[in-house]
């Protein structure tokens, strides 16, 4: 069921491991994000949680409800972060995915950013465009 794959996909972001991702994705998959920008590829899309997890001691992705229209997930979901300068940086959005045969194909993620420190978007920003 495409949903599961999605909630799998949130649960493997604990482990901090991109190797317990790379099964969950297309290789040629396509993420939007509103602060990272966009990623092609599982290789982009993979590397871009890398840098997080090396930059942040605290990374979970957690999907709080979601609608599941056949190959279609939309769901409301909960980012928290270990901030880089203390505290908690919480961001909620809407996470759009699209899954086939298992994996996820298309990412959208719409940000409410409101409450996040601009430090932290301006990060997010280098990582997006970073390619180590």
């Known amino acids: 069921m495409p949903g599961d794959v999605v909630q799998a996909f949130a649960r493997e972001i604990a482990f901090r491991d991109v190797r317990?991702?790379?099964s969950l994705v297309a290789d040629?998959?396509?993420?939007?994000?509103?602060?990272?920008?966009?990623?092609?590829?599982?290789?982009?899309?993979?590397?871009?949680?890398?840098?997080l997890f090396q930059a942040y001691s605290l990374v979970e992705l957690h999907i709080l409800k979601c609608v599941v229209e056949e190959d279609l997930v939309i769901a409301d979901s909960a980012y928290f972060l270990a901030?880089?300068?203390g505290g908690l940086v919480d961001v909620r959005a809407i996470s759009i995915f699209e899954v086939d045969q298992g994996v996820i194909t298309h990412w959208r993620d719409h940000a409410d950013l409101a409450e996040v420190p601009k430090a932290e978007t301006d990060l997010w920003r280098r990582l997006g465009g970073a390619r180590w």
């Open 28 to 51: 040629d998959i396509d993420a939007r994000f509103d602060v990272a920008g966009i990623l092609v590829g599982k290789a982009a899309l993979l590397g871009f949680w890398r840098r």
């Open 20 to 22: 317990r991702l790379e």
């Open 83 to 85: 901030a880089r300068r």
